[in-house]
T-cell receptor, first 112, second 111 residues
Framework: ETGVTQSPTHLIKTRGQQVTLRCSSQ?????VSWYQQALGQGPQFIFQ???????GRGNFPPRFSGLQFPNYSSELNVNALELDDSALYLC???????????FGSGTRLTVV | KNEVEQSPQNLTAQEGEFITINCSYS?????LHWLQQHPGGGIVSLFM???GKKKHGRLIATINIQEKHSSLHITASHPRDSAVYIC?????????????FGQGTILTVHP
């Protein structure tokens, strides 16, 4: 049974650029949630995808968007990067929106 | 005020000590999670609770639904327990699996 894999592990981007982060869910899981964790803070919910549809969203602007693919892997896209977007981005997968989650190791994004 | 509050924010202990981390929440929940995050960033799920008590090795988690409070205990602490411990809740009534996180407790165990 594989866990949740996120790529890349680290990324540096320039303000105004666009970025795509990737998440492979745990085998058998069909739900993926994305979180943003700023330095010294707890993670904040961005959105969740269930069976390729977004079914919940936190307080993030539309320039944060996502996709889920038929194999339940997922992408997080951020357009027009701002300095405050610098954070650890975490992905978590689960089965049928159940209570049990498996987290990835995260992608650390630095915007300069 | 945050919906999930943890205390203490920082905790330093000597190897072998008994450790308690507390979590209080102000909303109705369907489940509470205790998570461990190491410096590299990855999060490991320790416990998921909706009532009572769970034990895994040296870790014990309890929850009191009426008081909206949970505790994570570590017995015979060890330097490898040093990490950030995070309490997260799934708020009742949400149709999706959004977790609301506490700010975390930084635990350092010295040999």
């Amino acid at each position: 049974e594989t866990g949740v894999t996120q790529s890349p592990t680290h990324l540096i981007k320039t303000r105004g650029q666009q970025v795509t982060l990737r998440c492979s869910s745990q085998s058998g899981h069909n739900t993926v949630s994305w979180y943003q964790q700023a330095l010294g803070q707890g993670p904040q919910f961005i959105f969740q995808y269930y069976r390729e549809e977004e079914n919940g969203r936190g307080n993030f602007p539309p320039r944060f968007s996502g996709l889920q693919f038929p194999n339940y892997s997922s992408e997080l896209n951020v357009n027009a990067l701002e300095l405050d977007d610098s954070a650890l981005y975490l992905c978590a997968s689960s089965l049928d929106n159940s209570y049990g989650y498996t987290f990835g190791s995260g992608t650390r994004l630095t915007v300069v | 005020k945050n919906e999930v509050e943890q205390s203490p924010q920082n905790l330093t202990a000597q190897e072998g000590e008994f450790i308690t981390i507390n979590c209080s929440y102000s909303v109705g929940i369907s489940a509470l999670h205790w998570l461990q995050q190491h410096p590299g960033g990855g999060i490991v799920s320790l416990f998921m609770l909706s009532s009572g008590k769970k034990k895994h090795g040296r870790l014990i988690a309890t929850i009191n639904i009426q008081e909206k409070h949970s505790s994570l205990h570590i017995t015979a602490s060890h330097p490898r327990d040093s990490a950030v411990y995070i309490c997260a809740v799934r708020v009742s009534g949400t149709s999706y699996g959004k977790l609301t996180f506490g700010q975390g407790t930084i635990l350092t165990v010295h040999p």
